[in-house]
Every structure is written in C-alpha cells, then in structure tokens.
C-alpha cells in the first residue's frame, strides 16, 4: 500500500489549530478602510508597504489601523468611519466628506497594505506622525508603532521618540517614492524590526 502523498503537512495548508491566533480575517476589515481622506481632496497622500515576519516573509491576514491628526494638527472629533444608514441600520460606510483621521486595512496575500489619508500636522513637541496599530496571527497582544514622513528633517531631528530610539530611528521614518506617495514595511522581528512602543 502506497503513502498517500497528498496528506502530508507539506501539502496541506495549516488550519487555525495549527495556528496560535488570534484571527482577525472575519468581520474586523471594512469596506472603504483604507480611504482615510475625503474624495478628491488636495492634499490625499498615499501611505502602503508589508507586513513582514521574523525570516522577511509576508502576513497575508494581518490589520494595520492608522490614526492621524489633520494637516493643521487637530485631532478630527466626526463620526466614525463604520457609520450605520439610519433608514435600514446597514452598513453605510465613510460620508466621503469628512475626515475622520482612522482607517483599518486588511494586508493581501503577499502581505502588502495601503491607505490613502491626509499629510499629518505636528501635535506638541514630536515632529508629524500616523499612529499605527498592528494585529496579526501569533501577536497576543497587538503592537503599536509610528509612522513618520519625510520633509521635515529639523522636527524630525529634535523629536524626542526618535531621538530615544537611536540608530534604530530609520524603521519609523517611511520612505518617499515619488511625491505623495510613501513606503512603511512593518518588520514584526529580526533584523529590522520596527521599533514598537508599549503605553503604560
């Protein structure tokens, strides 16, 4: 009697009890989460890049939440993004007018993610900044890290995380591909691991 080859764990893909959890992949991702800024406003920049493991592999089922203050540096106080339609209590989605500062993405098969928001202001002493929050299988308890953009290299010099942070400072500051557009990988460990906050 010959082995059946197609039930080797090499063959069949791991089920969620073979997977420390927890899963985010049913209900928590929305439509539209990754339009953070209005449609067809001005000054929409785009923010993406990977959800990287410890050996440099792509999360296919992680969330990246984004919040952020608007360009001016207040902190938007507007419904939010899961907003219900009043007449069938359906879900009706962002407004398209408003800007609520926060959206939710689901990274795709090979790990990548994108939000389209608005370019933050400064907020007190720190230079401007996307607050970040990750979930993803095997994390117990999700990460928290930032976002900083480039172009304002004398705040970006006195910020006091960075400025904390030392040499590592690079794995918070995104990368500007062309105008506009902005690259973040979130590496979870390993040789670049972005450095990750704990709020106590």
Known sequence: MTKNQT??????PPTPSHTVGPFYGYALPFRGGEEI??????????VHGYVLDGAGGPLPDA???????????????VDGSLRRDPATGGYAGRNGVEFTGWGRVQ????????????????RGQSAP??????????LLVHL????????????LAVDPLL????????????????????????????????VFLEFQ
């Open 7 to 12: 039930s080797g764990p090499e063959q069949v």
């Open 37 to 46: 800024a209005p449609l067809g406003h001005p000054d929409t920049i785009t």
């Open 63 to 77: 969330l990246v939440e984004l919040w952020g203050p608007r360009p001016d540096g207040t902190v938007p106080r």
């Open 107 to 122: 990274t795709d098969a090979d790990g990548h993610w994108y939000a389209r928001t608005l370019r933050p202001g400064a």
């Open 129 to 138: 900044y996307l607050s970040v929050c990750v979930f993803a299988r095997g």
């Open 144 to 155: 928290f890290t930032r976002i900083y953009l480039p172009g304002d290299e004398a705040a």
């Open 163 to 194: 400025d904390r942070v030392g040499d590592r400072r690079d794995t918070l500051i995104a990368a500007e591909e062309v105008p506009g557009t902005y690259r973040f990988d979130i590496r979870l460990q390993g040789e670049g691991e972005t």
